[in-house]
């Protein structure tokens, strides 16, 4: 097991402090780049690997101290497998798990802040080490007449960082990426949209009563009670649910049996939010799931913080997309990726070909669990081809000259959504009837 991380007695909450932690990072980045080449240069070995081993260290060590909206982006980086080099996504995995807590003193300060009252005073019991520390805020442990809960406490600064971090960061990414803030601005709002809900417990505790009653139907789920008087804007109480993460539970080797109920409770779930509520829990990462083996294996659903509202128009697009007759039909194809904003009148010919023949094959194979009555997650062959897919599209020299974003500003969540849930099933190793 690695050591825990050590506490933090304090965090850089103004954006005088943020940005020059934000600064100071980036001085060792550059810092490693000069050790680098000046190995190379006399002879010594070191690789590219070593390179960003290093930088994603230094990169995520500063986000680890930020938190917020830098180190959630951080995050959801981590679940998509092609977008960084293997060092950075490793290191920003973590941040799905477990980060450096809040010191005590610190936890006291936000239920005073919060209640006029130390958690000692609200609770029988209270510890004060977090049992969990992520981006937003960390959980502790508690117990109040002879109940299990579960306290969510944000760090402090977070929902006031939001939009300095975003303006920090947003000149140095565009730089890098090459892209115009002006194309930028409504996937930039959309991100900054969904990030300052995440910071709104109380919004959160609703969601979390709504979702949970409208998915009691569905098998095999759980979902924790809150308690209201014992939240606030900043602290959220819930029941402290039983089970592990994925990567605890994979480790007691379950049967291939509570894989597969697991898997189905998971899609039933999303299929169920997606086709019927319109609205999903966008955050599908294994920290904001507990499984156990309870009746045949039962998963219990945590942190409605980050709920996408699908709106009806692109929810009729986006599955249109996703039928066998539509990809075979040309025009069809071509009038829907209109409609959604990934196709454009003034494209030449031959981007208008590129595009349509390398999305064809894309909305194939995203399609394809949707087009079988059982679809086996656990096939390697599936997920290898789904990741290959990104690096060949990345070979495209005309593709990899398209540097503007194209595509409706909705289809950043709920391609997450489908990211994550993919990502979760297959780790699973999970046979889930999806018709």
């Known amino acids: 097991m690695p050591d825990s991380p050590k506490p933090l007695v304090s965090l850089p909450t103004t954006k005088v402090a943020r940005a020059a932690r934000f600064a100071k990072t980036g001085l060792n980045v550059g810092a490693n780049y000069v050790k680098h080449y000046a190995k190379r240069a006399v002879g010594a070995e070191s690789t590219t690997a070593d390179l960003h081993q290093a930088n ?34 490793e290191q920003f995995a973590q941040a799905q798990y477990q980060t450096p807590p809040l010191s005590g003193p ?35 442990f508690a117990e109040k007449e002879d109940k299990a809960l579960a306290v969510k406490v944000q760090y402090p600064g977070v929902a006031d960082s939001i939009r300095s971090d975003i303006r920090m960061v947003k000149p140095v990414a565009l730089r890098v990426l090459g892209l115009d803030e002006t194309q930028m601005r409504p996937y930039l709002e959309e991100v900054e949209t969904r990030l300052l809900e995440e910071t709104d417990y109380q919004l959160e505790l609703r969601r979390g009563q709504e979702i949970a009653a409208q998915c009691g139907h569905i098998p095999h789920l759980r979902f924790p009670a809150y308690y209201p008087t014992l939240s606030a804007a900043r602290i959220l109480t819930m029941d402290w649910l039983p089970g592990q993460h994925l990567k605890e539970f994979l480790a007691t080797n379950p049967t291939q049996a509570v894989r597969n109920q697991l898997g189905q409770a998971l899609w039933d779930f999303y299929a169920f939010q997606m086709h019927t509520l319109r ?4 955050d599908p990462h294994p920290g904001n799931f507990l499984l156990d083996a309870t009746n045949g294996g039962t998963l219990g659903v945590l942190d409605f913080g980050c709920v996408k509202n699908i709106p009806a128009d692109f929810y009729q697009l986006f599955f249109a997309l996703l039928d066998p007759a539509v ?105 889930v009837k999806t018709s």
């Open 56 to 89: 994603a260290e230094e990169l995520y060590g500063a986000l680890s101290e930020m938190k917020g909206s830098v180190l959630k982006v951080a995050q959801m980086l981590a679940m998509e497998k092609n977008i960084l080099p293997t060092a950075y996504s």
């Open 106 to 140: 610190l936890i006291v300060k936000a239920f005073r802040d919060a209640f006029g009252k130390s958690p000692f005073d609200l609770f029988d019991t209270f510890d004060l080490n977090a049992r969990q520390a992520a981006s937003i805020g960390q959980v502790h």
């Open 279 to 282: 609205q999903v829990h966008a």
């Open 327 to 431: 990809l075979a039909d040309d025009a069809r194809l071509a009038e829907l990726l209109t409609q959604l904003e990934v196709l454009r009148p003034d494209d030449a010919p031959t981007l208008r070909d590129l595009y349509l023949r390398t999305l064809r094959i894309s909305l194939e194979l995203v399609a394809r669990p949707f087009h079988q009555p059982v679809f086996n997650f656990g096939d390697p062959a599936y997920m290898q081809a789904v990741y290959a897919l990104g690096d060949d599209l990345m070979q495209e020299p005309e593709l990899r000259k398209q540097r503007e974003p194209r595509g409706s500003r909705h289809f950043i969540y709920v391609n997450r959504t489908y990211v994550g849930l993919y990502a979760l099933l297959a780790e699973l190793g999970a046979e």
